[in-house]
């Protein structure tokens, strides 16, 4: 971590301008103050932001899912999907969303989500290199996914459970 003064926390509603600041410098996909709202509501500690120096520099935002499994055919599952993270730019390639995907990951998993997913664009090398290196693999392509056209890779994490230890 080359960042002193980081800190990871919970979102809170006082976060959301911040947040969907963030969101609109850094992605393509924007969303309104509703959609993170409701993402918060489903799961409240895998919305996590990340803080330097007390400003808001990046955030990850999960939700709780029951579907087919990415990695077991044919399993119905508890399923985390990783909706959207970023990081502002002058922050990047320091560490920061390593940890916010490790951190919503263990939230995860404390509400028994058997497995993580999520989707990232074709050409966000960046990304897909930090997913693979966190343990994600890419399971298929998603032809046209984004709005502007872009395909996507979803990329699964089956997440270790714990067996019976409280951490």
């Known amino acids: 971590m080359n960042h002193q003064g980081l800190a990871l926390r919970q979102f809170v509603p006082d976060d959301l301008l911040q947040v969907i600041e963030i969101n609109r410098i850094c992605l393509p996909e924007n969303y309104n103050s509703t959609f993170f709202l409701d993402i918060h509501r489903n799961c409240p500690d895998a ?9 808001v520099v990046g955030y990850i935002m999960c939700r709780l899912e029951h579907g087919l499994s990415e990695t077991r055919r044919f399993n119905l599952v508890k399923k985390g999907h990783i909706v959207s993270v970023a990081v502002l730019p ?37 990304g897909i290199n930090l997913y693979k290196k966190l343990g994600f693999s890419i399971t298929r392509k998603v032809s046209h996914y984004y709005f502007d056209g872009a395909d996507a890779y979803v990329m699964s994490f089956r997440i270790p459970q714990d067996s019976g230890n409280t951490g």
């Open 90 to 126: 002058e922050y990047r390639r320091t560490g920061i969303g390593n940890v916010l995907v490790t951190e919503a990951l263990k939230a995860l998993s404390k509400h028994k989500a058997v497995e993580c997913f999520l989707e990232v664009r074709v050409t966000n090398e960046p």
């Open 47 to 55: 919305f996590v932001v990340a803080e330097v120096n007390g400003k």
